[in-house]
């Protein structure tokens, strides 16, 4: 037994010595989490001590580096394509995440009402979920095609002149925009439904006695209980969307007129690093990009105690 002082009261009190048998509970629940703690740390925060390290330095020819302390985030603040890099993200995420959850959102209340087929639909919904991005892209990719897509041959039949959809700087991050919010409806769906089912009917039949109508059901009920799940979309979305990448680097040329209008941070980081075989300042890319998510998903979780309700 050992001796403390309770901060609160000043009162002396006599803290239970640990047993055996506690002790051994203890050692067998780090063991179980172990796996999961050296996998984090291995492949999450190694890497991120590397990248920072790296990002110090310079690389100069032959793949060596020379430590500049901290002229690389210098540089980057003076950046203009960095800078131009970050809009798009910006523009990207602020377009993508509001939209796709709300199509999201939608689906996820159509599917969880009775109606028939829904399992079909589910799968269909959830289906590009199981493509590879790189499949997606280039699908989408020739639909956009200016010459023989889809898209353009179908407003040729009510004569229309398709517009150059991945080409025309003012339209081809838009275009990219419907890409990756098709592509997340059918993950953002499964969530958003699962937490739908979570609900008690009991709630839906208490207001229909009460005459609630649907709109004020799902505006009093279905929001307010679906918040926590729909938190959690909010900000994986909000991070997938900043991290955009696939989409640009398969759909949007080197040489296109519109890369300088759609490329993302993500994508400048790969240009420095793999490309121009700069890896200290696309490293110092990623850095910056590391502290927007970070202050973006900090500012979430504050302000989730306004909007979020657990039951």
């Not at 990448?245 to 300088?260: G, L, Q, V």
């Not at 790969?270 to 890896?279: E, P």
Request: glycine content about 6%.
């Amino acid at each position: 037994m050992r001796t403390q002082i309770n901060t609160n009261t000043g009162v002396l009190y006599k803290k239970p010595k640990l047993k055996k048998k506690d002790l051994k509970d203890y050692c067998w629940a780090y063991f179980m989490i172990a796996p999961t703690i050296i996998g984090l740390i291995i492949l999450n925060v190694w890497p991120i001590i590397q990248t920072f390290w790296l990002s110090l330095h310079k690389t100069m020819d032959f793949g060596s580096n020379e430590f500049v302390r901290l002229d690389n985030y210098k540089y980057l603040l003076q950046d203009t394509a960095v800078m131009q890099a970050a809009a798009n993200t910006f523009k990207y995420a602020i377009i993508a995440v509001p939209v796709g959850i709300i199509f999201s959102l939608a689906i996820a209340v159509l599917l969880n009402s009775n109606i028939k087929g829904k399992s079909i639909y589910r799968t269909i919904y959830f289906l590009p979920m199981v493509s590879a991005p790189a499949a997606i892209a280039m699908v989408w990719k020739w639909m956009y095609n200016t010459e023989f897509g889809l898209f353009n041959y179908l407003l040729s039949l009510v004569g229309i002149k398709g517009p150059s959809w991945l080409t025309n700087p003012n339209i081809a991050l838009g275009a990219i925009i419907v890409v990756g919010i098709w592509s997340s409806i059918g993950y953002n769906m499964v969530i958003l439904l699962a937490g739908l089912q979570e609900i008690p009917a009991t709630f839906y039949e208490a207001a229909e006695i009460d005459g609630a109508g649907p709109f004020r059901k799902f505006f009093s009920i279905t929001l307010p209980l679906l918040s926590p799940t729909m938190f959690f979309v909010v900000v994986t979305t909000v991070i997938s969307s900043l991290q955009v990448f696939d989409y640009i680097f398969m759909m949007i040329d080197k040489t296109n007129a519109a890369m300088e209008k759609t490329q993302s941070l993500v994508y400048l980081f790969y240009k420095y690093s793999f490309v121009m075989n700069d890896k200290g300042y696309g490293s110092t890319i990623i850095m910056f990009l590391l502290v927007i998510v970070m202050l973006i998903t900090i500012a979430q979780l504050y302000f989730q105690k306004k909007w979020v309700h657990y039951q």
